[in-house]
């Protein structure tokens, strides 16, 4: 009785396997957080982005972006006051895209350990935010290159396309290699 085995892949066949499943997990779409999805108010994007980068409304729960947008005449140091009509509108479509109303994978992310009943109003302040910078050296958010927490585009290179991956990350003034590893240089 002869026993018939399975065909064995030769050399080149399984070479093409592999650099086609590398090829494929180096594609955008396969990086390891993905983008948020766009955001597509004409007035949120005008409005939002005038002053600083458009944040998206997936980073933070409900009443957090209910409590922003509430408070616009100090918004986090300055005056963003808008007319009842655009503020309205505005901070419906904050509410209708929050991470609690979200099904969109990332606004998952960032709701995980959020405290509901005591939500933040930074998105500085969530737990995916101070875990995903727990190990950078808390000076280099008061570099001059980078300024503050809030300027997520310093660092996240493709912030402005909703892109935060760490593959796109480059801190100013660091040496940043591979798998998000970011060395201050001693000279």
Known sequence: MHIQRPPVLAAPVLTILVTALALIAATPGAQADGAFPPITNPDV???????????????????????????LGAHFGEDATL???????????????????????????????????NPPIRISATPRFTRKHD??????????????????????????DGLFDEDTVKIPGYINLPFGINIKPLW
């Open 45 to 71: 994007v005008r409005e939002c982005s005038d002053c600083h980068l458009l944040y998206r409304p997936e980073m933070l729960p409900a009443a957090s972006w209910k409590a922003i947008m509430g408070n």
């Open 83 to 117: 007319a009842e009509p655009l503020r309205t509108d505005i901070e419906a479509y904050h509410v209708s895209h929050a991470s609690d109303v979200s099904g969109a994978r990332q606004a998952q992310k960032f709701l995980k350990g959020v405290d509901l009943k």
């Open 135 to 160: 190990e950078l050296d808390p000076a280099v958010f008061t570099t001059k290159d980078v300024g503050s927490k809030a300027h997520c585009n310093a660092c996240h290179r493709e912030a402005k």
